[in-house]
C-alpha cells in the first residue's frame, strides 16, 4: 500500500513539472509543409532545426521530429501524425494549411482536416500548438478572411496555443527569401526559429 502511494506521489510530481525542467529531451514534433521542411536550404537551417539551435541556448535541450513534406496539404496531416506518433513526441507543432490556401481548397475542409490531427495528438497525449498562415488575395478578400479566422476559431474551440502568423517579420521581406518571394532563406529561417523558440518557452515549455 504505501509502496503504492509512493508511485502515485511519483507520477504527480512528474505531471506538474514544467517541461524544461526535465532532464530527458523533449521531443517536438514538426508537422509542415515545404516552409517547414526547409525547401531551398540546407535542412540544418531550416528553422525546426534553429528552434532547437536557441532553446539549447537557453538551456531546453530538445529532439526535433520533422514530418514536413514539400506540397503537402492538410488533407494528409492525420496519416503523418499516426506514422510519427510511434517516436512518441510530447508535443506537435502544427504548420499546415499554406498549400490549401493557394489551391483554393474549402476552408471548410482545411478546418475539418485539422481538426482531426489535432484531436488525435491531444488523444495520443502531445499537447499542440497551431501556427497560423495568411494567403495572398488570389480567391478574394472573404476567402483569405476566413481562412486567417479558420485558425483562431480551431485555437479556441480546441483550446490551443496558437502562434497568429508563422512568417512574422519574414513574408513580404526580400532579404530574408529565396528569389520566389515565397520560401524563406536560410536568414529567413533564423528569424522564425528564434520567433518561434521564445513561442515555444512563453506558451509551453517554460510552464
Known amino acids: 500500500m504505501k509502496k503504492w502511494i509512493f508511485v502515485k506521489i511519483i507520477m504527480l510530481l512528474l505531471m506538474h513539472t514544467p517541461m524544461a525542467a526535465r532532464s530527458a529531451p523533449i521531443k517536438i514534433l514538426f508537422l509542415g509543409d515545404s516552409l517547414t521542411e526547409g525547401y531551398g536550404v540546407d535542412k540544418s537551417k531550416s528553422y525546426p532545426q534553429m528552434v532547437q539551435k536557441f532553446l539549447k541556448e537557453k538551456g531546453v535541450i530538445i529532439e526535433v521530429l520533422n514530418g514536413s513534406v514539400s506540397g503537402s496539404t492538410t ?55 497551431l501556427a497560423g498562415m495568411m494567403v495572398p488575395p488570389n480567391y478574394g478578400a472573404d476567402y483569405g478572411l476566413n481562412f486567417i479566422a479558420m485558425f483562431k476559431e480551431l485555437a479556441k474551440e480546441e483550446k490551443l496555443k496558437l502562434m497568429p502568423f508563422l512568417l512574422k517579420g519574414v513574408a513580404g521581406e526580400e532579404k530574408l527569401n529565396q528569389e520566389d518571394g515565397i520560401h524563406p532563406n536560410e536568414s529567413g529561417h533564423n528569424v522564425i526559429g528564434r520567433n518561434v523558440a521564445d513561442f515555444l518557452l512563453q506558451t509551453i515549455i517554460g510552464s
Not at 488533407?75 to 506537435?92: H, V
Open 75 to 129: 488533407a494528409s496531416s492525420s496519416s503523418r501524425l499516426k506514422w510519427f506518433l510511434k517516436a512518441k513526441p510530447n508535443i506537435l507543432f502544427l504548420a499546415l494549411g499554406a498549400n490549401d490556401g493557394l489551391r483554393g481548397v474549402k476552408v471548410s475542409e482545411s478546418k475539418k482536416n485539422l481538426r482531426e490531427c489535432i484531436q488525435a495528438a491531444k488523444s495520443a497525449g502531445l499537447k499542440v500548438v
